[in-house]
């Protein structure tokens, strides 16, 4: 399991945020983007990884439930100025998804679809991390709809509209691609240290 440095919360909490008990719920606590929840069939969901990699592949939730799993504790903040600590995230790292579908010298990016057409990007070297993980579970429990079920991206050191719900394609690229909230102008580096929200 992925511990924690034994910081104080002070040293802990990023610039420009307040910590709260508890992640925020789309369609509970706030109204999701695309104005639903997604409601999703374990039995035909599947996850698609494709793009510039040398093995596409098209996992089912059993696909996906039996690959290697790891639990990894990290605080989680959202560029809306709230930040959870010690959320215990239990998924697959997605190191383990390169290594499965092998990405081609040409693929330096990713792109995130999500089943409400919700888009993110990060270059494959942000998504490296011993953090990084496709998440299923949160402090022990299945996600709940508003969290993300039943797989959601966590890149915790970057604000969470990286960290997307819902994800259903994983898409390697050569070229960055843009998403839903970069468009819009919130930062694509989307740095907590460096308070690096919005684009200027």
Request: aromatic share 12%; hydrophobic share 40%; net charge negative.
């Amino acid at each position: 399991m992925n511990k924690m440095s034994k910081k104080s919360e002070e040293e802990r909490l990023p610039p420009g945020q307040r910590a709260i008990e508890r992640i925020l719920r789309w369609g509970e606590d706030h109204p999701s983007i695309s104005g639903f929840i997604p409601s999703i069939d374990l039995k035909t969901w599947t996850l698609t990884i494709d793009g510039e990699v040398e093995r596409p592949l098209k996992l089912s939730w059993d696909e996906f439930a039996k690959l290697p799993m790891i639990t990894s504790v990290s605080d989680f903040h959202c560029v809306e100025g709230w930040s959870v600590f010690g959320c215990r995230w239990d998924g697959v790292l997605f190191r383990t998804v390169l290594d499965l579908v092998k990405s081609k010298i040409s693929a330096r990016y990713v792109t995130f679809e999500c089943e409400d057409s919700y888009t993110t990007s990060l270059s494959i070297e942000e998504l490296l991390g011993d953090n990084v993980l496709l998440a299923c579970k949160l402090d022990g429990k299945v996600l709940e709809q508003g969290l993300g079920f039943p797989v959601r991206l966590v890149v915790p050191d970057k604000y969470a509209y990286k960290s997307a719900l819902w994800v259903r394609r994983i898409i390697f690229t050569i070229q960055k691609e843009l998403g839903f909230w970069e468009k819009r102008g919130y930062s694509d580096t989307a740095d907590v240290w460096k308070n690096d929200r919005f684009t200027e």
